[in-house]
C-alpha cells in the first residue's frame, strides 16, 4: 500500500469493504488501523459501508479522522498504552525510570510516538532507534524532533547528524533498561536471546519473540511485557471510540488519556497478579487471564 498513490489507495480501501461489508458491522467485525493504514484510510472505508447501507454508520470502523466520528488520542494510544504499562511494571521491579536508558527498535508510526511518550512522560534517554534501513545511537539520547525532522526529510532514521551507525540486531543487544521491539514478529529468537542484556521488553509489535526465546529471556530474569498486554493500547482507544460512536457523546483527549491509564492499569495489574500466584511468565499470565474471561462467559451462556 505504501507504494500505491492516494487514489490506489482509495480505490484499493473502498473495494476492501465492497468485498467484505456483509461480515462487518457495529456488534459483528469492527476493522481498525494496522501497518500502514491511516485516519484518510478508515474515513474512506467507513464511508464506502455508509454508502452501501445507505445512512451513516461511524460505529463501523475506528481509527477515523476526529471530524468523522473519531476519538481524541487514538493517534498515539498504542505507544501510550506501552508507556503507562512499563511504568507500572518499572513501580513493581523498582526502577528509577527518569534518567534511564530505552532503545525502540521500528520508527513508523508506534515507534516516533514511543519515542516521544518515553521522553516526555518517562523522562528516559531513548538512545537509539532503527528502521528498516538501519538504526542509530547516542549514548546522551536522541532529541525526538531532530529524529523527526530528520526522517521527514529524508524517509529515514539512518544518518542522522552526530550520531553512530548501528544495526537492527545490534540494537536488539544494547544495554538499556527497557528494550521496544516496533517493528516486525520473530526478531528475538533463540539465537539472540541469550546476548540481550535490557531489563524489560515492551512488546510494541505483534509476536516479536519467540517461544524459545521467551524461555531463554525467562530464565535470564528479563521481564517481559507481551504484546498481548503491552500493544493493547491501540485496540482500548478503538472501543473508546465505539463507545463514543454509539453515544454520539465525544470526550476531550484529557478524558481519553485519564481512561486509558486506568485501563492499561489494571490490566497490568491484573496479568501480574496471575503471573506472581502461579508462578508463570508474563506471556502466559496474560493468555490465562484472557482465556479465564471467554471461558466464564461461554459457560454463563450455556454453550459449555
Known sequence: P???SPTEQERLARGYIRATWKILGER??????DVYTNSQIMAWMMDEYSTIR?????????????PLGGSAGRDDSTARGAVY?????AKVMGIELRGATAAIQGYGNVGHFTHKLVQDLLEMRVVAVSDSKGGVYQADGLDFNAVKEHKRRTGS?????NTSS?????????DVTVLFPAALENVITADNAGRIKTRIIAELANGPTTPEADKILHEKGIY???DLLCNAGGVTVSYFEQVQNAYDYYWPLETVHQRLDLKMAEAFRTVHRVAQSKRVPNRQA????????????????GWV
Do not use: C, F, Q, W
Open 2 to 4: 505504501k507504494e500505491l
Open 286 to 301: 496474560a493468555y490465562l487471564v484472557a482465556v479465564e474471561r471467554v471461558a466464564e462467559a461461554a459457560k454463563l451462556r
Open 157 to 161: 532514521v539512518v544518518r542522522l547528524p
Open 28 to 33: 459483528t467485525d469492527v476493522p481498525a488501523p
Open 166 to 174: 548501528i544495526t537492527n540486531e545490534a540494537l536488539l543487544e544494547l
Open 85 to 89: 504499562i512499563v511504568r507500572e511494571m
Open 224 to 226: 517481559v511485557l507481551p
Open 54 to 66: 445507505g445512512y451513516t454508520v461511524p460505529g463501523v470502523i475506528t481509527g477515523k479522522p476526529l
